[in-house]
């Protein structure tokens, strides 16, 4: 069995920073695209920042110049470095990735059960 497991949030106070990670563990043969996404309460769940194998995509306004993701693919981790973190950016970050399981010729997105990040004072 696939699992996606997201760790690093936490309380922080604006201006400040945070790294994020996300590992992927079980029979997996392979790692397409992986990502993370932020969901607030009351709000829809947006993308915050995506790696495919050609690189990251484009970030959305609202976190450019200030996060970054990045992969270790040996170990099947992303990671998410936050700086200049914002009251606005508190959420809860969920990673995810999309696999093909060992044995298998398709893939599919699986998803962690989310950190929780929160910038105040």
């Known amino acids: 069995q696939v699992h996606v497991v997201e760790s690093g949030g936490g309380l922080v106070q604006p201006g400040g920073s945070l790294r994020l990670s996300c590992s992927a563990s079980?029979?997996?043969?392979?790692?397409?695209?992986m990502g993370w996404y932020r969901q607030a309460p009351g709000k829809e769940r947006e993308l915050v920042a995506l790696?495919?194998?050609?690189?990251?995509?484009n970030y959305p306004d609202s976190v450019k110049g200030r996060f970054t993701i990045s992969r270790d693919n040996v170990k099947n981790t992303i990671f998410l470095q936050m700086n200049d973190l914002k009251p606005e950016d508190s959420a809860v970050y969920f990673c995810?990735?999309?696999?093909?399981?060992?044995?298998?010729?398709?893939?599919?997105?699986?998803w962690g059960q989310g950190t929780q990040v929160t910038v105040s004072s």
């Open positions: 790696l495919t194998p050609y690189g990251p995509t």
């Open positions: 995810t990735a999309h696999i093909q399981m060992s044995g298998r010729s398709d893939s599919s997105p699986y």
């Open positions: 079980g029979p997996i043969f392979s790692i397409n695209t």
